[in-house]
């Protein structure tokens, strides 16, 4: 005897009216997503001209497509804007050979164990944009930490000083960034994309132009990302490919992580105070040229890891996760067949009040070293499964090391008016058409 699936929820006309309305009132894509949820529950599909995608939320829902079902789950089609700018980069591949092999290599770069090796990095990049800051000045905050997050990456895992190209290649990163976000390509794959081919052959030069003068100088021992993946014999193309997909996910996620860290830490006095006193009691008094912190120090700065983790509960940069049904699928009684676009959201299952009294509040305390730990995917910012975040170490001690530094030398005093939860290729909080704002003036 067959069992007769459970028809998937799908949003008639009053919901539909309802999250376009919410929609409206948040000015977010995501209040329409948190609209659905509450109206259909944990599994719905939505209904937009060419694009269904399933939606699943919850760890049950969590678990099914990062570990049960991961390798029935592909990631995106090729003619996903992300996969044509990234190529064959992990992000956007599948499979032993293009996805497990690459990623094992990359790994070795990206271990927790590794991590100290960056402190340098970080401290250099974040000192470079501190330096510019002037007394009073009003800093556009998500600019900022986009400015110091890929020095970091090109000096962390290339060894490239990106400091003189930063500017040149302002305009065209941000393109490619558009790009890649939500957009009328996901109703129409022809849809145009102005300026994209010249951003694409401008970073791609670039990027070549690093690999080209590495492969004159390298030598065996070098065991950053870029000579790990020249080691491991891959030629210039697949390398562009990966240094690519570097620069794309590692810095645009870890940019919107610290601008939102700025914006709890603005809205919640006792966080920031808390974290400007662990900041000097840490890393001493202000100083933009003091030497780079320990290991040993950066591991004690742990109130600033608890709002790290705490603001990326609230807001997980990368909201959801995309995959392809390879083959049909049942899930709790719904089925879901060969093709159909699978999305698991992050962002609603972290805010669910079974497993996040208060889910609203902004607690660090949750995340004190000390406190329960969350229950199994019910706190995946980085993901999980075999395509857990490679970058997950980097970005945390990245973001903790550039809020305590910012705060041993600087007061910040964020604008909290008229923020809104922008959805580009993350979430990124803006005021106007600018990121959010903070005057900043040096501490005494
Ligand atoms: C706070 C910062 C970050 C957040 C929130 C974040 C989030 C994520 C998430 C949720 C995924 C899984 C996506 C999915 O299941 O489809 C992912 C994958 C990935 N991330 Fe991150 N990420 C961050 C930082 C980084 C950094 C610093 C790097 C590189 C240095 C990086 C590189 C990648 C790559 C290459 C993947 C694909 C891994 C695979 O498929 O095997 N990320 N990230």
Known sequence: MTTTPTPIPRPDGIVGLHALRRMIRERSVIAAFEAFHEKLGNVFQLQLSGFHPVV?????????????????????????????LLGHGLLVEDGEKMHDEPRAVMMNALRARIMPAYIDAMWRG????????????????????????????????FRHDFAPDVHALWGHTMRLMRFISPG????????????????????????HGIIARRRASYDASQDDLLGL????????????DEMMTMVVAG???TTALLAWAWLMLGQHPDALSAAREEARTVLGPADLDAPPPTHEQ??????TESVVKETLRLYPPAHL??????????????HIPAGTRVIYSIYLTQRMAEYWPEPLAFRPERFARDAARPTAFSYLPFGGGPRLCIGNHFGEQQAIMVIARVLQCFEVDVLKQGVVMHMGATIEPRQGKHGISAVVRPRA
């Open 184 to 207: 009328a390509w996901m109703i129409w794959t022809g849809a145009p994309s102005p300026g994209y081919a010249k951003a694409r052959a401008a970073y791609d030069a670039c990027l």
């Open 298 to 303: 950066v591991r004690q700065l742990a109130y």
């Open 126 to 157: 974040t000192n470079t944009v501190l330096r510019t800051w002037q007394p009073g000045q009003q800093v556009d905050m998500l600019e900022a930490m986009r400015h110091l997050s890929l020095l970091i990456v090109f000096d962390a895992l």
């Open 56 to 84: 699943l939320v919850g760890p049950d829902a969590n678990r099914f497509v990062l570990v049960e079902q991961a390798a029935q789950l592909a990631w995106r089609s090729p003619t996903d804007p992300i996969a044509r």
């Open 321 to 334: 996760g995309s995959r392809i049904a390879l083959s049909a699928l049942d899930y709790q009684g719904y």
């Open 229 to 240: 993946l020249i080691g491991a014999g891959y030629d210039d193309a697949m390398i562009r």
């Open 251 to 253: 810095h645009d996620t």
